[in-house]
């Protein structure tokens, strides 16, 4: 079956525009986690929903990031205002089951602010 | 909190030669699961295997095999017989089963395997 899609794979930005990051899980998947990766680092949290619900939004650097899933499946990733420091890879995983299943990853988007 | 450290930042060896790569984690839990993932040059994240806190059997599955050993908060995994398509970013991970924590992976900072032919 198919794995977890990201689109777009690459996206260029200009300093101040606002970014919609699309995750599009493993179908059946309850769980949905959006994580990002600096170059030369290890992914690093940023929230995660069960169903539509966001469980944990913790990892979310400041209020311009927000993500929704408002129908269980499909999640969107949105930046407001981008700045430079916002340039990463940003990855989706989904899980079958809530908290205690394996993350399969996305192919992530890699995003460049100029 | 939790923390995964992979101390070897980078390790280059020639084709054939066996490899371990390190992995020690901290946590106060006694719950929870640890994963290792390839990152190829091709950028995805790929699962290789789960491991949960109660398990310390080591595994094996082809060349690759995996040594948990709970005493050192270890989870190190080796490849016998290393080859060229080896090559990639090796990350180890942790996961929570309880508690507001659970379900987030905590990653290492990886560790760069470079197979020479």
């Known amino acids: 079956g198919a794995g977890v899609s990201q689109s777009p794979r690459y996206k260029v930005t200009k300093r101040g525009q606002d970014v919609a990051l699309r995750c599009d899980p493993i179908s059946g998947h309850v769980s949905l986690y959006w994580y990002r990766q600096a170059l030369g680092q290890g992914p690093e949290f940023l929230t995660y929903?069960?169903?539509?619900?966001?469980?944990?939004k913790s990892g979310l650097p400041n209020d311009r990031f927000s993500a929704e899933r408002p129908e269980g499946s499909i999640s969107t990733l949105t930046i407001q205002r981008t700045e430079q420091r916002d340039s990463a890879m940003y990855r989706c995983a989904s899980s079958l089951n809530p908290n205690t299943d394996t993350q399969y990853f996305g192919p992530g988007t890699r995003l460049t602010v100029l | 909190a939790q923390k995964v450290t992979q101390a070897q930042t980078e390790i280059s060896v020639v084709e054939k030669e066996d490899v371990t790569l390190d992995c020690v984690y901290e946590?106060?839990?006694?719950?929870?699961?640890l994963f290792w993932y390839k990152q190829p040059p091709s950028g995805e994240l790929v699962f290789l295997i789960r491991r949960n806190s109660f398990d310390e059997q080591n595994e094996i599955s082809g060349r690759y095999s995996w040594n948990f050993q709970k005493s050192t908060s270890s989870f190190n995994f080796t490849i016998t017989a290393s080859q060229v398509v080896d090559s990639a970013v090796y990350f180890c991970?942790?996961?929570?089963?309880?508690?507001?924590?659970?379900?987030?992976?905590?990653f290492g900072q990886g560790t760069i395997l470079t197979v020479h032919p």
């Open positions: 991970a942790l996961s929570l089963a309880g508690g507001t924590s659970y379900g987030k992976l905590t």
């Open positions: 929903f069960n169903y539509e619900a966001q469980q944990d």
């Open positions: 946590t106060r839990d006694t719950t929870y699961y």
